[in-house]
């Protein structure tokens, strides 16, 4: 009776962190390039009651007994799809249609950043950033300046940054970098819609927009969030009910166990 208890615990913790994982799902429902999350559940080692055996002496072969004791997490996976792009017709802000992250430079820690979130900005100095100032690279990993005293200014697919000087000359002053990653779900998320690379994404492939795989750059558009309200509202309550089940199971177990003390009465 105890083991249906502990079960029941086990499904109860496993259906709140799937309702942490979708409520922070439905927060992040406007953030630009946030990837949403998905719980899965695995059951846990099972209690073996009786071996199996095999088939002799003219008896057939038996199964194992075996009960479960309950299920845990089994991953939280960061599921890596296209958001659809929303137009802005803010010359900057980049949208990648396709595969690939921006590239940032990283003060803090060793090695760059990335993201999929293009509402960039220039700072006083006419650097390209993004909204916590962190630097966009450009494909050489060098920072990307546009010359305050030019007239105009465009990127292309490919991520070129054209402007046009007092003198009316266009001219190519730097290419956005992308990076691409063997697995991008094994990004790590560290906030600010940044991701930083894990043990398990793979070093990072600095590439050029539009080749080898890798996505082209939309500008004046922005990627929305992957989150789908209908689905999330779906799962959230399918784990509502799963979490009231499993409080039910530990409810009964407690019925029975008093209806076992009460026959000493």
């Known amino acids: 009776m105890l083991r249906s208890m502990y079960s029941g615990i086990a499904g109860m913790k496993n259906f709140q962190q799937k309702l942490d994982v979708i409520s922070n799902n439905i927060a992040n429902v406007n953030t630009q390039g946030f990837k949403k999350g998905r719980p899965t559940f695995q059951d846990m080692m099972s209690q073996q009651t009786g071996s199996a055996a095999a088939a002799e002496g003219g008896r057939g072969g038996v199964n194992a007994k075996q009960v479960g004791i309950g299920s845990e997490m089994g991953s939280i996976d960061t599921v890596d799809t296209q958001g ?71 990127i292309d697919d490919v991520g070129n940054v054209n402007i046009v000087d007092e003198n009316n000359v266009t001219e190519t002053v730097a290419q956005i970098g992308m990076a691409t990653f063997a697995n991008p779900g094994g990004l790590e998320k560290s906030g600010g819609n940044v991701y930083r690379p894990s043990l398990n994404s793979g070093d990072a492939n600095n590439i050029v927009p539009g080749e080898n795989g890798a996505g082209e750059i939309v500008a004046g558009a922005l990627e929305m969030s992957n989150v789908d309200l209908s689905e999330e509202f779906t799962e959230m309550i399918t784990a509502q009910r799963g979490f009231q089940a499993n409080t039910r199971g530990i409810t009964t177990a407690d019925e029975v166990l008093q209806e076992l003390l009460n026959i000493k009465r």
């Open 84 to 154: 659809s792009l929303q137009n802005t017709g803010r010359e900057l802000d980049l949208a990648i249609s396709g595969s690939g992250y921006f590239r940032l430079q990283n003060p803090t820690e060793e090695g760059e950043s990335y993201t999929r979130a293009g509402n960039f900005y220039l700072d006083d100095n006419g650097d390209m950033v993004n909204a916590e100032g962190l630097y966009v690279l450009n494909t050489d990993g060098g920072t990307i300046n546009i010359d305050q005293e030019a007239r105009s200014f465009s």
